[in-house]
């Protein structure tokens, strides 16, 4: 089991336990994160998953490909550290991952 630490806009933290492969969009709707409404199920075509993943998660993460880096730049805020989180497998590597929900999501 991993441990993710989801960061609502309104600075309410939500740790959920995420099972190895599910997405990490998976692990946000499951845990009830506001601001992860996942509306295309996670089929990368809408944006509706975005988040700021931060400290040595953007390290572990493969950089986004060629779908979700396109995604990345319609979304409200994009900064570097943007990812769609229906892209995001959880791995025991990201054990620890703390997601920032942006206020765009909100």
Same mark, same amino acid.
Do not use: W
């Given at each position: ?16 336990? /995420? ?10 709707? %499951? #845990?009830?994160? !506001?601001?992860?409404? &996942? ?29 979700? /880096? ?10 570097? %550290? #943007?990812?769609? !989180?229906?892209?995001? &497998? ?17």
């Amino acid at each position: 089991m991993t441990k993710v630490t989801f960061i609502e806009n309104n600075g309410n933290r939500i740790e959920a336990i /995420a099972e190895v492969g599910q997405s990490l969009m998976q692990v946000a709707v %499951n #845990s009830g994160v !506001s601001g992860i409404s &996942a509306e295309c199920g996670g089929a990368c075509a809408c944006g509706t998953c975005h988040c700021y993943v931060v400290g040595n998660g953007l390290v572990t993460l493969p950089t986004p490909d060629g779908d979700e /880096a396109d995604m990345i730049e319609f979304v409200i805020d994009p900064k570097a %550290n #943007s990812r769609l !989180s229906c892209q995001i &497998a959880i791995t025991p590597d990201l054990d620890g991952l703390i997601v920032h929900i942006p206020a765009s999501q909100t």
